[in-house]
């Protein structure tokens, strides 16, 4: 008795606990995108260099570099998968503007650090008025939105436009402001030599605010040890010289600085650089998150943007729930109907088990798609077969003259075996599934390997526990409670 009823408060606990849990602390289960709306993005890699075909190496590679951006921009369950030789999906649940992550995961992200080419200092100061003169200008065109207000010397933008080559350009001013800085850009970068290193040789690229020596935000990047040594070498060579030490990402100059003549000796040291440009903050974060995420392998080409509305997905979690709890009600008349108490001691075995089922969800964090509610719902029929095997066994013993609480204990020790057998036939069919599947595969096998589990814990201990309390009460233990008087077998005189 004294077991019976530690069982029961383990029970009552655990229901108590969950529905806390489910209903008042977590915030709910977590829907994907089917489900939920969101983006998807279909990405192909791009053959370059000497490599002419894609295979399964190189398709690996940059999927591993787009899942670490994908993270970095905060999309809480994105997924990633690789579809065919040589494309990749991305869902991103609840994102309805994919084209800043277009954006970001399209970049090829290749940071490079060079040396300026010697004897041209004069010319490249230039560059580096004008280039920064037109960013500021158009940053104040954007701040004020006023795209088509004139806001600059005419002669002198005159006088730049013939320098770079570009006199008698057309368009607005602020097309041929842009015009000015590409090409003034590109000439810039001109004036660097090949790169001396690059961006593998970081470690990790974090952000510093503004500071009284430097009013922007920054980039800060820890070098590994042949990085910093790296570093050292290439500041040493130009330092005191009039050489700039330019920053470049795929190809074009982000920042470039001066070396002291203090650093003559050995260059700066200790593996720390920083890149500085007037970032603001989001900007300083979006790049060091696309340097953290590392340079693309191979490029790659955004084939398709898709956006799924949450109308949808709200209308697919509709229909989800009618047919759920259409299936419930017809599981419930059928158990009622045909087992009797048994089958409403089941009945409240399997509200106990979907409780136990969607606190799993909330706690562990799965994610609950269309394919998931499918698992969900066949892991119930799973729970459903293994109360009808017991209570079969239950009226076998009742037809062959055993008493109601022997019955009961006889039929769930003879119906373990097989509860067992085929839960794990159905376990083992689950890891197949999430090991070798991917995306929706993965997580029908989830939920439906979760709900195999708690389907075991439900039928053999809920549903024990609860049919030993209620035959503790006199009125209900009679065997027409199970089993219809005529199946009974007859007393003899």
């Not at 529905?19 to 993005?41: C, E, H, T």
């Not at 030789?85 to 970049?107: C, F, M, N, Y």
């Not at 509200?351 to 562990?364: H, K, P, Q």
């Amino acid at each position: 008795m004294a077991r019976q009823q530690g069982w029961f408060a383990l029970i009552l606990s655990l229901a108590i606990t969950s529905a806390l849990w489910l209903f008042v602390i977590s915030p709910g289960v977590d829907l994907g995108l089917d489900l939920r709306g969101g983006s998807q993005l279909l990405l192909e890699v791009q053959p370059a260099g000497s490599i002419t075909k894609i295979t399964k190496t190189e398709l690996e590679s940059v999927k591993s570099v787009l899942d670490r951006r994908v993270n970095s921009l905060g999309v809480a369950e994105s997924t990633l998968q690789t579809v065919g030789d040589d494309q990749l999906v991305l869902q991103l649940p609840g994102e309805t503007d994919p084209s800043k992550a277009a954006e970001k995961l399209g970049k090829t992200a290749l940071l490079e650090f060079r040396a300026q080419k010697p004897g041209i200092s004069e010319e490249m100061r230039g560059l580096q008025r004008l280039r920064s003169q037109v960013k500021s200008i158009l940053a104040a065109k954007e701040a004020r939105g006023d795209s088509d207000e004139t806001s600059i010397d005419p002669e002198a933008f005159a006088e730049a436009q013939k320098a770079l080559g570009l006199e008698g350009s057309a368009g607005s001013e602020q097309e041929q402001l842009e015009q000015v800085l590409a090409k003034a850009d590109r000439q810039f970068a001109d004036g660097f030599e090949p790169a001396a290193f690059n961006g593998k040789l970081l470690t990790r690229a974090g952000t510093r605010g503004p500071t009284e020596q430097s009013p922007g935000w920054a980039v800060t990047l820890s070098f590994n040890s042949e990085g910093g040594d790296k570093f050292a070498e290439l500041t040493k060579s130009i330092a005191g010289t009039d050489r700039l030490l330019g920053i470049f990402l795929d190809g074009s100059p982000i920042s470039e600085a001066s070396v002291g003549s203090q650093f003559k000796v050995a260059g700066i040291t200790g593996g720390n650089a920083e890149i500085t440009g007037r970032f603001s903050a989001e900007e300083a974060n979006d790049l060091a998150e696309l340097i953290n995420g590392g340079a693309l392998p191979l490029p790659v080409e955004i084939l398709q943007v898709r956006t799924i509305g949450p109308s949808l997905g709200a209308e697919n979690v509709q229909r989800s729930l009618v047919a759920a709890l259409s299936g419930l009600a017809l599981v419930t008349v059928f158990m009622v109907l045909i087992y009797r108490l048994a089958g409403a001691v089941a009945v409240v075995a399997l509200a106990l088990y979907a409780l136990f089922n969607l606190s799993v969800y909330s706690l562990i964090g799965v994610t609950l798609t269309l394919p998931g509610i499918a698992g969900f719902i066949l892991s119930i029929g799973m729970a459903v077969d293994a109360n009808v095997l017991i209570f079969e066994r239950i009226k076998d013993e009742l037809r062959s003259g055993n008493t109601l609480v022997r019955s009961i204990e006889t039929a769930f020790s003879q119906a373990f075996s097989s509860i067992i057998d085929g839960h794990l036939t159905t376990l083992i069919s689950c890891a197949a599934l999430f090991t070798l599947g991917t995306g929706l595969v993965k997580g029908f096998a989830a939920t439906l390997g979760i709900g195999v589990v708690l389907s075991l814990f439900t039928a053999l201990t809920c549903t024990r526990t609860l049919l030993r309390f209620l035959m503790g009460y006199q009125g209900l233990r009679r065997p027409t409670n199970f089993l219809p008087q005529r199946q009974l077998p007859t007393q003899s005189a």
